[in-house]
């Protein structure tokens, strides 16, 4: 095979894993705080894309700036859907968990087939049509772009839990949430806030990629598997697992795309979570059995 | 409550006489999502584990017998029971990676909806299969394809397959398996400490259902005649298979019949309502809102729900 | 009489906390053996080294002569050893019968058969007249029989009970020792572990006692109470008082 076309996939891979990153880091962040699993995250993500999409074409914004304010916008959406739902299931058995979030993508992913339609879209930029080429290799401008600004993402939000004082307080009530209660956290604000980044995290995810990922409303499961597919993989409610897992899981892909064929490349992540549940099923970086 | 069985299932036999036409075929998916939700409800309700990938078994036992029966000429009187095996099969790997090491029960759930998704995947990129677009039987109306001139035998079939994963859920319910189950569903450890082997159980659970929802996709497949990927093997469908369950009471044997007689017809005339207006998503938000509310307001379910109502307007 | 329950040189550790050292204990057939200790002496994770909920990282465990070591509790459970929790964790959603018929079925598998046994079972922890109510609306008391009838119904010949009297009144702590010792003359071999000293010097032959993992004491209850390195043990810590009644 020639080397060049899996020195390209390879970076392809790199380069769409910071996405994958960041989307599984507010999968996780999510549920390392409150134990429950957002089964509308991928619908989240298509709600941040719909958005650049609105802010492209009536503000003419650029993806690349509006993801600023989807993020925002997301953190809303995450609040309230914490506030007004998950809040009230916190302390439920799992399975009802599962079906309130089930509940929520529905709603998502069907109020977006009603007032986008099913057809793909894309949302214009000029980085798209521009490339770098590193000898042999190129890199399109738009995709290294997302890479740059999903990684400085997740960094900025690594050090905004392990640096500030809100961020402390998330982690205490992921650690503990009796002990965080103790010592005089609003554990219900900190859950609020929390949900609320794991959503601005996966809603600018989406609004960084929606410049060169045609997307419809339905991709919104394909994107919450692929989620879940990660963090199991990186070990559930670890944010260095999530990191790293995305961006083995999309190098990986992106391998796959070009060994097997381009729309059989889920099956090689998933194949990857077979071999982790097999033989580590605390995930990559999971300190416990879960 | 034996004889009330009875005369309802009397009544239901004599139905068909007095339906029209286009009664009937909504009795016939009334009956067929009822028998899914029953099937569901085996794994899902009596041993708390909770799929979201039920879809998958349909779509797996669907494709089975229409193959079988257009490359091999095996009818689907037969390949039914194929169909049911290699779902079962499917049901197998399922459980065997989601309820080993006592892994969290979220884990058996994201593995239900993800190999429902490579189902999906698989099938949309294979030739045999017919790809994305799907695979088409043709309309013979030989009852050995299982096919017939009239909807009425499709009546008969439907309510024959609710009663038989009824009683097998019954049986189920009456024995050591039960018990098992409910305690499983209950607290693992504890069950654990009184000799239960919950890995066991909840396999033996997970291969039932997923034979009996395999057997319902040859019903699937030659009553309606089309097979898509996006559709047999897609999370929506899988939720409607939950929701009747969950609506109904799930982990109680008239839950799922409750849930369909409820959700199926609402669900039939919605979609015909607002799809020819042209509104595709809005029966499935209004099913999202629907899950919402069960778990905020009626997390048990109807039937349970009527009971006790049933109970207290006895003893005032 | 045959040594039942074996451990030998059992370790455990949890990250940095050595939880069980070296923990070497036997129980003979037909005993009643306590073992107490302040908190966070390993008691409770001795039970779960014991009924296979854990598994040592270190030592032997063996049950009349075979290794237990790797195999889990239901297999355990099989082999006849049962448990309490400390927490009693009743399936609450089940009626208190059904509740019982799940500990009955390990060796009636029939129902009708389980549920006879269960009968008999509830009839003799005095739970008969609230076998149709569902477990979630027993009080603790009641809900702690219910632990205990669970375990006694799967037949045990070892059963491990991980402090069965807590949070009790003094009559029905009173009642309670005295079933135990009625199951115990049945030919129940019981392991307890225990705070409420009067309850361990009343119904236990012999007294094991932890600290930091370690067994420190053993013998007849009255010798090891006036042990000094037992007073020591407790001294300072919450259940002195305890320790003295």
Known sequence: ?290 | MRWAGLVLVALLLALPAILSSYAITIFIVIFFYAFLGQAWNIVGGYAGQLSIGHAAFVGVGAYTAAILARDTGLTPWVGMFVGGACAAALGTVIGYLGFRFGLRGFYFALLTVAFAEIARIVTANLEATGGALGLYITFTGDPRQFQFSSNLPHYYIALALMLVATGVAGGIERRRLGAYLAAIRDDEAASEALGVNSFRYKMIAIVISAFLTGMGGTFYAFYFLSLQPNTVFGVPFSVEIALRAIVGGSGTLLGPILGSFLLTPLAEFSRAYFATGGWTGVHLIAYGLLLIVVVLFLPQGVYPYLRRLVGEGQRS | MAALLEVEQVSKRFGGLQAVKELSLTVTEGEIVALIGPNGAGKTTAFALISGFLHPDAGQIRFRGQSTVGRTPHQLCALGIARTFQIVRPFLRLTVMRNVVVGALLRHPHVPTATARAEAVLEEVGLAAKRDQPASRLTLADRKRLELARALATEPALLLLDEVMAGLNPIETERLVELIRAINRRGVTMLLIEHVMRAVMAISQRVVVLSGGQQIAEGPPARVSCDPRVIEAYLGDEHVGAAQG
């Open chain 1, 1 to 290: 095979m020639d080397p060049t076309l899996i020195g390209q996939a390879l970076l392809n891979g790199i380069l769409f894993g910071g996405v994958y990153s960041l989307m599984a880091v507010g999968l996780s962040l999510i549920f390392g705080v409150m134990r429950v699993v957002n089964f509308a995250h991928g619908d989240m993500m298509v709600w941040g894309m719909y958005l650049a999409l609105v802010l492209a074409e009536r503000a003419r914004l650029d993806p690349y700036l509006g993801f600023v304010l989807c993020a925002g916008l997301l953190f809303l959406l995450g609040a309230v859907v914490q506030r007004v739902l998950v809040d009230r299931v916190v302390d439920s058995a799992h399975e009802m968990q599962i079906l309130l979030m089930l509940g929520v993508a529905l709603v998502l992913e069907n109020t977006a087939l009603v007032i986008f339609g099913p057809d793909p879209q894309r949302v214009a930029s000029p980085l798209t049509t521009a490339t770098i080429w590193l000898g042999p290799l190129f890199v399109d401008v738009a995709r290294l772009t997302t890479f740059v600004v999903a990684i400085a993402l997740t960094i900025a939000l690594y050090l905004f839990l392990a640096r500030t004082r809100p961020g402390q307080m998330i982690r205490a009530a992921a650690d503990n949430t009796y002990g965080a209660l103790v010592v005089g956290v609003n554990v219900p604000r900190v859950y609020m806030v929390a949900f609320g980044i794991g959503a601005a995290c996966v809603g600018a995810a989406g609004a960084l990629v929606s410049a060169f990922l045609p997307f419809q409303p339905a991709s919104g499961l394909s994107a919450s598997v692929t989620s879940f597919n990660i963090v199991i993989i990186g070990g559930m409610g670890s944010l260095l697992g999530a990191f790293c897992g995305g961006l083995a899981v999309s190098i990986a892909e992106s391998l796959g795309a070009v060994f097997l064929s381009p729309s059989l490349k889920e099956l090689v992540s998933f194949s990857l979570l077979v071999l982790i549940l097999l033989f580590r099923p605390a995930g990559l970086f999971g300190r416990r059995t879960p």
